[in-house]
Structures are given as C-alpha cells and as structure tokens.
C-alpha cells in the first residue's frame, strides 16, 4: 500500500517562512508525480506546487516566487519550502502522488492539476500564519 506522511507544519508569523516534508513508500514504479494541495475552513481543496515524474514544476499564482517544490533524489521525500508567509497561506496542507502521465502534461505546460487527478493522499498538516 502507498502512503504519504507529511510533517513540518504549526504557527508562524506572517512574513515568516516554513518547510513541509513529505515520505512516500510503498510505490513499485518511480514514475509518479507528487504535489501540495491546501485547505482552509469552508473552501476547497485547491492546489499549491507540483512536481512532475520528469521533475518538472507548476505552481499556483498565488505561491508563486515564495513556495519551491522539491524532492530528494531518491523521490522518497518531498518538500515545500514556504517564506513570505500570508495570513491567507493558513490552511490543512496535503501531499499528494499519482502515477499518472496526465497530471505530467499538465504540469510540464505550467499547469496545476485538480484534487481528483491524484489517487493517493497524506493525512495532511496543519499551517497557520497568524501574529
């Protein structure tokens, strides 16, 4: 079975900056693309940085030039860095992985793919930018 066990959330000031982690195991082929997707109370799921089986990266505008997406050469950890921390950035962050070779074609062209394009979920960590 896969599993995605994120870390690294809690409080910060706004301006502030904070890195979230992300451990998948049980995955037989390497080929998978991994995101963040973020949730605040009383809105959808919306996505926030992606990076693809060709470690090809997508971000939404509204993280654009203070999130990074990454993942350690083995592929078995990803990572967001976050800085320039907003009020606005609070929400349950969730890592997410598929195999599929949509969710490439979608992030190569810069793209960010929906929630229902991945299959497999982390139980999500909390972020809240708050003075």
């Known amino acids: 079975d896969v599993q995605l066990v994120e870390s690294g959330g809690g409080l910060v000031q706004p301006g502030g900056s904070l890195r979230l982690s992300c451990t998948a195991s049980g995955y037989t082929n390497s080929r998978y693309s991994m995101g963040w997707f973020r949730q605040a109370p009383g809105k959808e799921r919306e996505g926030v940085a992606f990076?693809?089986?060709?470690?090809?990266?997508s971000y939404a505008d509204s993280v654009k030039g203070r999130f990074t997406i990454s993942q350690d050469n083995a592929r078995n950890t990803l990572y967001l860095q976050m800085t320039s921390l907003k009020p606005e950035d609070t929400g349950v962050y969730y890592c997410a992985a598929d195999p599929s070779e949509h969710i490439v074609t979608l992030v190569r062209a810069g793209l960010v793919p929906w929630a229902d394009d991945f299959g497999d979920w982390g139980q999500g960590t909390q972020v809240t930018v708050s003075s």
């Open positions: 990076i693809d089986a060709d470690r090809s990266t």
